[in-house]
């Protein structure tokens, strides 16, 4: 994985930054990284719910073929 294009961004005290990634040659860009209180980190952007959007239906259809063959 690589990190590409990181920019520091300040909203409302939360340290954040926004940023594209490299993953297994898959280019995920304009994800926005926020930090909360409580230390937990979070990752959004379109892209990345596209991805996970693909990769739910994939599983879905797996899980579908499997029960089709009994």
């Not at 860009?29 to 959007?53: A, E, H, Q, S, Y």
């Amino acid at each position: 994985m690589e990190i590409v294009n990181f920019r520091p961004i300040g909203r409302g005290g939360r340290r954040a930054g926004m940023f594209s990634a490299e993953v297994e040659n898959v280019c995920l860009n304009k994800l926005t990284l926020i930090r909360k209180p409580n230390g937990d980190v979070r990752v959004f952007g379109d892209d990345i719910n596209r991805l996970l959007d693909s990769i739910a239906k994939a599983a879905l259809q797996h899980m579908e073929a499997q029960h089709e063959r009994g």
